[in-house]
């Protein structure tokens, strides 16, 4: 009989065990990546196209252009396109990010036909009427006042562009006056550019058949690929200023909002795994140090998160937290206090222990269910990176040591190389 009073024996798996990817090609060329895995009749399709923030100087066109590609299209008004999802019970995911640009469907297997026909309307006959970008435009606006009065968006973005520079794809942060130099002809003129065949990559997931590729091969295999790119002229170039220390003030406010943090590596590089172990260790789950000294011992937030962001051409080290004004330098000793401490002495084997049954439970969810599946294989597909990623972040999780750690945060985590960033009052 079972005993309950008996805590189970935490086990972890030896390996890990993923339905991988696999790559069919459209008539025309076109990649399309399949993961057949789930057991309800939906299927999710992810279209790919090179055409996030970075391609343009102004920031907002590139999520304006996106966000606007159901507001009509040549044989369709915005009402209808919105008419006909609903019909069949789908409906579409948009969103930019800095390298790309998605038009997301999910829809019931059985009508895949219908819907993916409304996404290709969309994707080679997409206008944008003027009527709709005001409306739009309008609306973005509000939300951008707003957002004028949050400390933890001016710490943000101040931050962005101190560690990258304002004229740095990466630094860019939409401005007020952004929103007075588009048109409907910058927008068609950004889409036609960018939402390209040539770049356009197409992950399917879910409960798949082969009728779903042909599905998808009639509405875009049949489409003449140019052969070109527009997506490669980008200046990268960082130019940091020597200034380290940084206050925004933004008055009566309650709480301050800061970001401690620099450029560091991302997933190409040999160390990425282990800072990225190091990085959770320190502030990336609810019982590291970070949360366990300043927001449980000290009580100066109610949340502070540690991390190392991985981005096509950087990586990002960040501690970012919200803290009360009074009390929000403090808050920084600790952090500092923290960074030394992994610098200089051994993490115990305990928690070392408990820091990695965490990250094998986290990474177990990363490949539930065939959504999530896709979206692991779309963060290798952005760096071209095979599964082998993922067996190697497991085998380190399993085999980092004390003195990796250490080594790690001594490497990439001093504070004489931080930038900090504080918005508030004073």
Known sequence: MLNRKIQPEFKTSDKLVITKAKENKLSNGIPVYTINAGDQDVVRVDFIFNSGSVFSENPLIAEAANSLTEAGSKHMTSAQIAEELDFYGAFLELYVEKHTGQIILYTLNKYLDKTVKVVSELIFHAVFPQNEIEIYLQNKFQRFLIS?????????ELFTEVIFGKDHPYGRVIQKEDFDNIDSKILNDFFQKYYTLDTLKIVMSGK?????????DDHFGNKEISGSSANNEIDYKIIQPEQRIYFKELDDTVQSSLRIGRITINKHHPDFLKLNITCILLGGYFGSRLMTNIREDKGYTYGIYAGNLSLINAGIFTVSAESGKDVYQK?????????????????????LKRVRNWLIGSLAKTFDGPFALADA????LMYNLTYDYFDNYFETIKT??????RAAAEKYLHEDNMFQVVSGSK
């Open 208 to 216: 798949i058949s082969e009728l779903h590729l042909k599905t998808l």
């Open 400 to 405: 980092i040591t004390p003195e990796m750690i």
């Open 148 to 156: 004028r009065q949050k400390t933890e968006v001016l710490s943000k």
């Open 377 to 380: 294989f779309k963060s290798l």
């Open 331 to 351: 808050a920084i000793d600790e952090i500092y206090k923290e960074l030394k401490i992994l610098r200089t002495e051994l993490v115990s084997n305990e928690e």
